[in-house]
């Protein structure tokens, strides 16, 4: 069975590229179009628009995401494939089915920008059922279980996608068996301290945290530290939240917008090492 490492950008999965190599190591970029988001080197902004295809602009993570790519690539010495939706955050977000930024209830953002790239590319260079490595750590055992509870009857996920229209103009769509996840830290007992402890003098740059800077799994606490250093992504966030369907069914105190968040008057400067991983959010890869 073909092996598949899917890499987030943090450390966790970096190690799994790093330590249990694979026939692919796979990427997928949420990318922005607003240009206060541009990624500042204009050289490695090409070199992203060429391995996706498609003009890049910035993302809506941390910048700092990018080096990481390129840097374990050098670091491995394999190549990672780069895959992105023909979807900007900006404009799935702006789709009449949607008209809402994603929330606990509608948490469509992971599988349109994140999962549905990767399938595409399974389904063009791979095509049967494939094993893909997952970060989880020893201690995320209830996270391997949920994701193996959603097997089908042969022990496999499946993606829904489009394969054509109906002769009255709908969608037509199929059920596609596309993999299998292994775990390779629950196997062999690693830990977030065994990971911090093997990137420590490794020449690989990493983001201070992972996935879309403005993400409703945030702590609102930790979003108002992010509307302070990194404020132009936030502000994209908080301009796609004004006129959408429910723009208080964001995040997780409903009374709250991002610019509500924006305004808090903390007593105290947080640092980053002030959160943890609950408070901070993941997409689930």
């Given at each position: 069975?073909?092996?598949?490492?899917?890499?987030?950008?943090?450390?966790?999965?970096?190690?799994i590229?790093?330590?249990?190599?694979?026939?692919?190591?796979?990427?997928?970029?949420?990318?922005?179009?607003?240009?206060?988001?541009?990624?500042?080197?204009?050289?490695?902004?090409?070199?992203?628009?060429?391995?996706?295809?498609?003009?890049?602009?910035?993302?809506?993570?941390?910048?700092?995401?990018?080096y990481?790519?390129?840097?374990?690539?050098?670091?491995?010495?394999?190549?990672?494939?780069?895959?992105?939706?023909?979807?900007?955050?900006?404009s799935?977000?702006?789709?009449?089915?949607?008209?809402?930024?994603p929330?606990?209830?509608?948490?469509?953002?992971?599988?349109?920008?994140?999962?549905?790239?990767?399938?595409?590319?399974?389904?063009?260079?791979?095509?049967?059922?494939?094993?893909?490595?997952?970060?989880?750590?020893?201690?995320?055992?209830?996270?391997?279980?949920?994701?193996?509870?959603?097997?089908?009857?042969?022990?496999?996920?499946?993606?829904?996608?489009?394969?054509?229209?109906?002769?009255?103009?709908?969608?037509?769509?199929?059920?596609?068996?596309?993999?299998?996840?292994?775990?390779?830290?629950?196997?062999?007992?690693?830990?977030?301290?065994?990971?911090?402890?093997?990137?420590?003098?490794?020449?690989?740059?990493?983001?201070?945290?992972?996935?879309?800077?403005?993400?409703?799994?945030?702590?609102?606490?930790?979003?108002?530290?992010?509307?302070?250093?990194?404020?132009?992504?936030?502000?994209?966030?908080?301009?796609?939240?004004?006129?959408?369907?429910?723009?208080?069914?964001?995040?997780k105190?409903?009374?709250?917008?991002?610019?509500?968040?924006?305004?808090?008057?903390?007593?105290t400067?947080?640092?980053?090492?002030?959160?943890?991983?609950?408070?901070?959010?993941?997409?689930?890869?």
């Amino acid at each position: 069975m073909i092996t598949v490492n899917s890499v987030s950008g943090g450390k966790t999965s970096a190690y799994i590229a790093a330590n249990y190599p694979a026939d692919y190591d796979v990427f997928s970029l949420v990318r922005t179009n607003d240009k206060s988001c541009l990624f500042p080197d204009a050289k490695l902004r090409q070199m992203v628009s060429d391995r996706i295809g498609v003009e890049f602009i910035g993302t809506l993570e941390m910048d700092e995401i990018i080096y990481t790519i390129f840097d374990l690539e050098q670091f491995i010495g394999r190549e990672i494939v780069w895959v992105s939706s023909k979807d900007t955050m900006e404009s799935l977000i702006k789709r009449p089915e949607n008209n809402m930024l994603p929330s606990p209830l509608r948490r469509y953002c992971t599988n349109q920008l994140k999962m549905k790239p990767i399938f595409e590319w399974w389904l063009d260079k791979v095509k049967t059922p494939a094993l893909f490595r997952i970060g989880f750590r020893a201690n995320e055992m209830r996270r391997a279980k949920n994701t193996t509870s959603k097997y089908n009857d042969n022990g496999f996920l499946e993606f829904k996608h489009i394969v054509g229209k109906h002769k009255g103009g709908r969608n037509k769509w199929k059920t596609t068996e596309w993999q299998r996840q292994e775990f390779p830290l629950i196997d062999d007992g690693i830990f977030k301290d065994d990971v911090e402890k093997f990137w420590a003098d490794k020449p690989v740059r990493f983001a201070q945290i992972n996935n879309c800077v403005g993400c409703f799994h945030r702590n609102e606490m930790l979003l108002n530290k992010l509307w302070k250093t990194h404020t132009n992504k936030m502000q994209v966030f908080s301009d796609l939240e004004k006129n959408r369907k429910y723009p208080n069914d964001t995040l997780k105190s409903t009374s709250l917008t991002y610019l509500d968040i924006k305004n808090f008057k903390t007593q105290t400067e947080l640092s980053f090492d002030d959160f943890n991983e609950c408070d901070s959010g993941y997409c689930g890869l």
